[in-house]
């Protein structure tokens, strides 16, 4: 119940502002009870995209006040077909965060830290293409950089979005060239981390970002211009 409430809420079909039809009336469409409807209602209003009106009703609230790294509401976001704009900030908060994470890691990084991120390499570079392995390869390696800065904030912080990078790996990831092709960046992230070169790692990450943004926009097949992301 909540699934389908929150895919209608992020995909646009009810829209921030709008109330959506009374419990009657969409029970009776999903054929579900009020009891249940009022747990989704519950449930959606605690991930900050609904909110109830006395003698109004519940609408949607603004997307500005929706929980973006709840777990649901990112994946609702991409099984709707995110928008260009979604993967631009989505992007764009990668943009503020890894480079910078590459850099304290490889000043900070223990050696059976930096040992996790190169077997999550090695897993990248061994697994089948088109699987469940790769891409998990690919979240293991990000999520052993941000462990490896060893601040708690940056971990937590990939913890909450890891939804988010799933999604987005299965999109720049779809092709077997975009995968392929991305590899010797994780590795020189990898090696710049290794050789305590902060500077390198910073760069190499932002480097890589960027070519995940071009390969994002062609597996969705849209242009460059129409998402300026600032990597």
């Given at each position: 119940m909540a699934y389908e409430l929150g895919t209608r809420i992020v995909s646009g079909a009810y829209a921030p502002g709008e109330y959506i039809p009374n419990e009657a009336a969409i029970g009776e469409e999903l054929k579900v009870s009020r009891t249940a409807l009022r747990e989704?209602?519950?449930?959606?209003?605690?991930?900050?995209?609904?909110?109830?009106?006395p003698k109004l009703g519940t609408r949607v609230r603004p997307k500005e006040a929706w929980n973006m790294f709840d777990s649901d509401v990112l994946k609702w976001c991409f099984?709707?077909?995110?928008?260009?704009?979604?993967?631009?900030?989505?992007?764009?908060?990668?943009?503020?965060?890894?480079?910078?994470?590459?850099?304290?890691?490889?000043?900070?990084?223990?050696?059976?830290q930096i040992a996790?991120?190169?077997?999550a390499y090695n897993?990248?570079?061994?697994?089948e293409i088109e699987t469940e392995d790769h891409i998990?390869?690919?979240?293991?390696?990000?999520?052993?950089?941000?462990?490896?800065?060893?601040n708690e904030f940056m971990v937590s912080l990939g913890e909450s979005i890891?939804?988010?990078?799933?999604?987005?790996?299965?999109?720049?990831?779809?092709?077997?060239?975009?995968?392929?092709?991305?590899?010797?960046?994780?590795?020189?992230?990898?090696?710049?981390?290794?050789?305590?070169?902060?500077?390198?790692?910073?760069?190499?990450?932002?480097?890589?970002?960027?070519k995940s943004v071009r390969g994002a926009l062609e597996s969705l097949g849209l242009e460059s211009q129409n998402m300026d992301v600032a990597v």
């Open positions: 989704a209602f519950k449930l959606l209003t605690a991930k900050g995209l609904l909110e109830s009106r099984e709707s077909q995110p928008s260009p704009e979604f993967l631009r900030s989505l992007f764009e908060m990668r943009e503020v965060i890894e480079p910078s994470a590459a850099a304290i890691a490889a000043q900070r990084a223990s050696e059976e996790a991120i190169e077997k897993a990248m570079a061994e697994a998990l390869a690919d979240i293991d390696f990000h999520m052993a950089i941000l462990r490896a800065t060893n890891k939804t988010a990078l799933t999604g987005l790996f299965r999109i720049s990831s779809s092709q077997e060239s975009e995968y392929v092709g991305s590899l010797p960046g994780h590795k020189a992230v990898y090696l710049g981390i290794r050789d305590r070169d902060p500077e390198r790692a910073r760069f190499e990450m932002k480097s890589l970002l960027s």
